[in-house]
């Protein structure tokens, strides 16, 4: 059975999120320069028609100041509002001192242009600095402005729509990148639980090899003391040398192949016996069933000699039934079925849990990354997931003793 942290992250995730923007929206988005330009643009029409009119309406032809200073405004204005994004108190600072000028000046100033600059502070900078700037544009207001009530109400209004805009660009971009670090220490966690798990491998591997050298030298040395009183015998036992210096070659050109490179290990050398095989099996099992799982084992055709891919085998079992034992809702039936009669090998653990939510988990999150590195030590494939009855299913394939990935 598969570690169910990751189907509880999965349905962790599956929350109401907003639907992703359309692709006006996306295209709008990614072309900032061309929004503020047609803003700009926009401006400078309105400024522009505002320049004209509002004289023309009151009967004033006289061209200087009360049509050629706001359209010098206009002009102005509508270059600082293509910065809005980058400076937004520049533009401000620019925006207002034009619209003063030209109150000053007797001339029609219109109101957009301090509105958008305003808006632009509360949205790209801060709150802080867009409350800032509506009081000190309603206190000059106060002074210069006869409807200055009216005015100060719109400029309250581009305040709040800044302030409601703002908050919300600022809230989606905090979650971004909070989902951006979680992705990183996701992928962090598990860069480091594989490279523990090839450690552990390791020091398993370190184990076989240790075994292999040192039944080396006992026949090495069985060898040289029979050599003149029974040559049969040692001729045998140069043969078996041969037989375990192959294994214990191929084993090393494995592990060199799953880790990269070479590694030190400068622990101190494992008892002389080799880790658990599929001897060890039987004994794996009835301790699983003297815990309360109903385990079972079928076995086909003759079990591989090789002692890595055993201990791989029995390790993957391990890891499985572990698995099964912590999370199987009322289990009635726990099947390990080894399947040696063809190739690849094949090794599947299968348990008739209830469905429902999954357990919380309770290991470290890498039992599947266990697996997944054994197997693939040995050019093979894993397939975890629930089976069609509520259980779970672990399959694993593995080239028969590994040939072709000795590396």
Not at 383 to 404: F, K, Q, Y
């Amino acid at each position: 059975m598969s570690e169910p942290v990751a189907v509880s992250e999965a349905k962790a995730l599956a929350v109401d999120l907003p639907r992703p923007a359309g692709a006006m929206r996306r295209y709008w988005g990614s072309h900032p320069w061309l929004v503020d330009s047609l803003l700009a643009a926009g401006y400078l029409a309105v400024g522009a028609l505002w320049a004209v009119i509002t004289p023309l309406s009151s009967g004033d032809w006289s061209p200087i100041a009360p049509i050629l200073v706001p359209l010098v405004g206009a002009v102005v204005s509508a270059v600082a509002l293509l910065f809005r994004r980058h400076q937004p108190w520049v533009v401000f600072g620019i925006i207002g001192i034009v619209a003063l000028v030209s109150h000053l000046l007797d001339a029609p100033a219109e109101p957009f242009g301090v509105g958008l600059a305003l808006y632009a502070l509360f949205v790209y900078r801060s709150n802080r600095s867009g409350w800032i700037a509506f009081g000190v544009t309603a206190i000059v207001s106060l002074f210069f402005l006869p409807a200055s009530v009216l005015f100060i109400v719109g400029m309250l209004v581009a305040a709040l729509l800044g302030v409601t805009v703002g908050d919300r660009r600022r809230y989606i971009g905090a979650i971004v990148e909070r989902a951006n670090q979680l992705a990183r220490e996701r992928d962090q966690q598990a860069r480091l639980a594989t490279l523990a798990e090839r450690a552990r491998i390791t020091r398993e591997m370190h184990d076989v090899v240790a075994h292999s050298v040192s039944v080396m030298v006992s026949l090495a040395d069985g060898a040289g003391a029979l050599a003149e009183k029974d040559p049969q015998r040692s001729r045998e036992a140069i043969r078996e040398i041969g037989d375990v210096g192959r294994q214990s070659l191929v084993e090393m050109r494995q592990l060199m192949g799953a880790l990269g490179d070479e590694t030190a290990d400068g622990e101190a050398q494992s008892p002389l016996r080799p880790n658990p095989g599929l001897g060890e099996l039987p004994g794996l099992l009835e301790s699983f069933r003297a815990a309360g799982l109903p385990v079972a084992m079928r076995t086909q055709g003759t079990p591989p000699e090789q002692a890595g891919l055993q201990n791989a085998i029995y390790r993957i079992v391990q890891e499985s039934l572990t698995n099964a034992l912590r999370y199987a809702r009322e289990p009635r039936h726990v099947l390990v079925a080894l399947d040696f009669t063809e190739e690849p090998l094949t090794l599947e653990v299968t348990d008739d849990g209830r469905a429902g939510p999954p357990a919380e988990s309770v290991g470290s999150g890498s039992g599947l990354v266990g697996i997944r590195e054994r197997v693939r030590l040995y050019g093979g494939t894993v397939d975890a997931g629930p089976a069609g009855d509520g259980g779970w299913r672990v399959r694993v394939e593995i080239p028969n003793e590994g040939r072709g990935h000795g590396g």
